[in-house]
């Protein structure tokens, strides 16, 4: 399968990887948007280049951090990683006394930990560790503050998540369990795995709508009237059948064979709700965000839940992409945390929210392994 990789990043701004309107009234191309298709398009927000293995931090480094520069922070946040126990002795030895190699070893050993097959799974990633949560060096350096450290990760390759088989299996076994399967599924990633979703592409449906609607007016003729969020979903998820009540999902679960995939499959969604509500998601403040993009920014999703390879979600995803490349703005990273390099507690903590935040794709690369008609990414080498 083909892979999609960030190039290095510009030195200067952190460990890990560089990245790179719609008018009004438009009519979309009739273009199917196939698993390759919606990943290319995604692929075109990112520049190409190698990436290193889990966690794939760029070889560049935070240019504050840097010994020649006579920046103390460097050797402060060493120590303070080593005191919080995120960092490791025998790491600062093979890191032969270089903070920013000390600090490459603390990050890749967070991790090491986690199930690398199932997180590329879900996507492949770059994360950054720096002084700003923003790749390129748009910014003047006096914006950026070196009492505030960040943690962040962003897609360089994203999954595309096709619920419909899923929920034909879940249906002939009880009609109830398809609903029941993808509430667990939005909400188990809602906190903490930005997804594009049905409600992502509201606008966009709306936007269609208007389009028809002002084109049948207009006298236009040969129209094909647009696809509707209820029709992509398909029969199983109709109003008709709501999920069941988190009381009964236990009996609904001991009620399938050990062995059967939907069994598995909704084992699996249990998980993945009950360790996003483990642990409350902390997010850098508002005031922060806008501190580094005043203009406005957009974040590459780290899957695509869809229903089918034609159906209104792809649609609108490829219509965001091409946005996103047009419109100027700069991208975010999809999941960040900040933390004071001073701090220890602070510094645990951030730690922690990462750890979190990959046992989260973790556990939602085992379920995708699971679902039939799923395009899962292959592990990288």
Known sequence: MPRHTTSRAAPGRGLRASSEAR?????????????????????????????????RLAVGCLE??????????AFDLARNLLLAGVGQPEDWERSKGDPVAFMLQAVERTAATFNRKAIDAVAHTDILFGTSPYISSWHEKEYEDPN?????????????????PTLELLGKTHPRLPATVYRMLL???????????????????????????????????????????AIAKGPWLAKRFKPLPSSQIEAAMQSLSVRSRARGILEAACRLQTLSKAR???????????????????????????FHEQDLVC?????????????????SP????????????????????????????????????LLPGCDVLEEQE
Not at 197 to 212: H, L, P, T
Not at 348 to 356: A, P
Request: charged content about 25%; some cysteine.
């Open 280 to 306: 409350p998601r902390q997010r850098p403040y508002c005031d922060m965000w806008d501190e580094y993009y005043p203009n406005g920014s957009f974040s590459v999703p780290f899957t695509i839940l869809a």
């Open 334 to 369: 999809a999941f960040a945390t900040a933390f004071s390099p001073n701090d220890r507690e602070s510094i645990i903590t951030g730690f922690e929210e990462l750890r979190h935040f990959l046992r989260m794709m973790e556990a939602l690369g085992d379920l995708l392994a």
């Open 64 to 73: 504050p951090f840097q010994p020649s520069n006579m920046y103390s922070g």
């Open 187 to 229: 909400e188990g990633m809602s906190s903490w795995i930005l997804c594009y979703d049905e409600s992502a592409c509201e606008a966009f449906c709306e936007w269609r709508m208007e389009s028809y609607l002002e084109a049948k007016e207009s006298g236009e003729e040969g129209l094909e009237k647009p696809q509707s969020i």
């Open 148 to 164: 505030r450290v960040f943690l962040a990760v962003e897609a360089t390759q994203i999954s595309i998540i096709y619920l419909r």
């Open 315 to 331: 649609q609108a995803f490829q219509s965001d992409e091409e946005d996103w490349m047009n419109g100027g703005e700069q991208q």
């Open 23 to 55: 008018s009004s009234v438009r009519r979309p191309a009739a273009v199917r948007l196939s698993r390759t298709a919606a990943r290319e398009f995604a692929a075109k927000l990112m520049a190409p280049g190698p990436a290193l293995p889990v966690p």
